[in-house]
């Protein structure tokens, strides 16, 4: 057999007495709080399906020159673009950075660092209409060469 326990005015301590409409007000929250739970989780679950097959807007990347003696990466959240000088060899390091637009590559900017090895590198902010498509690379570079020992071309988005 089961303990009836009531609680009333001197009761029980930690127990209080509800009266009945409150208890029937909780349960109908509790319901409402379940569905408005199951709404969530199942717009949840379409969002969710929704963005898997989605596209990603943008990426990340990085990329170096053959020998990785010049690297550049790029940020596409802020368009953030960073030329390193990984070698200790005399020379400098470039990052050559192009834009695509009406199917044609053009080139945006060449990124200089002079500055050295042993010096932090060179950051670019740039301001790119989000979407557009990038594409840069890494190569040494001195004022006689110009841009030499290039990386291949990675293509990106801003």
Not at 56 to 62: H, L, Q
Not at 127 to 149: L, M, P, W
Request: aromatic share 8%; with cysteine.
């Amino acid at each position: 057999m089961g303990h009836r326990v009531t609680a009333t005015g001197g009761g029980h301590p930690g127990l209080t007495h509800r009266p009945p409409q409150s208890r029937i007000e909780e349960e109908e929250n509790t319901v409402r709080i379940r569905n408005l739970a199951a709404a969530l989780g199942t717009a949840g679950a379409i969002g969710t399906s929704l963005l898997v097959g989605a596209p990603a807007a943008s990426a990340d990347g990085s990329v170096c020159n053959p020998g990785c003696e010049a690297a550049v990466d790029f940020q596409s959240y802020g368009e953030v673009f960073v030329v390193h000088d990984y070698a200790s060899n005399g020379v400098g390091t470039i990052g050559q950075f192009d834009i695509k637009s009406g199917g044609v590559w053009y080139p945006y900017d060449d990124v200089v660092n002079a500055k050295g090895y042993d010096a932090a590198p060179v950051t670019v902010d740039y301001e790119i209409a989000e979407g557009t498509a990038v594409r840069y690379r890494a190569c040494q570079h001195n004022s006689s060469k110009g841009a030499f020992d290039c990386g291949g071309w990675h293509t990106d988005t801003a």
